[in-house]
Nanobody, 124 residues
Framework: QVQLVESGGGLVQPGGTLTLSCAVS????????VGWFRQVPGKEREGVGC????????YYADSLKGRFTISRDSAKNTVYLRLNSLKPEDTAVYYCAAGEWVSSCYYLNEYDYWGQGTQVTVSS
């Protein structure tokens, strides 16, 4: 059984930092890419970025590049999303997803498994 469990969300002030975790079980990150997405109520789920299975290269949405960093710990089978310089508009539920054959980070249909999401709220 494949499971993805996000954690690390919470309330943070503008300009602050959070690190989200995505613990993966049932598949290995050596063969599955992991993507991060976020969603605000009433809007479509938006791709944040992903980390590849082969070389652990990370890719980011242009609008977020430079503030967010994706990394992985293969020994823990866990992927991280570090959110820097947070803005109120970053408030959303953040999801991780795993896919065996991901050709584009940002397409939801590329992913086979999803986590339940973790809430990030940026507010003073």
């Amino acid at each position: 059984q494949v499971q993805l469990v996000e954690s690390g969300g919470g309330l943070v002030q503008p300009g602050g930092t959070l690190t989200l975790s995505c613990a993966v079980s049932g598949v290995t990150l050596d063969y599955y890419a992991v993507g991060w997405f976020r969603q605000v109520p009433g809007k479509e789920r938006e791709g944040v970025g992903c980390i590849s299975s082969s070389d652990a290269g990370a890719y980011y949405a242009d609008s977020l590049k430079g503030r967010f960093t994706i990394s992985r710990d293969s020994a823990k089978n866990t992927v991280y999303l570090r959110l820097n310089s947070l803005k109120p508009e970053d408030t959303a539920v953040y999801y991780c997803a795993a896919g065996e054959w991901v050709s584009s980070c940002y397409y939801l249909n590329e992913y086979d498994y999803w986590g339940q999401g973790t809430q990030v709220t940026v507010s003073s």
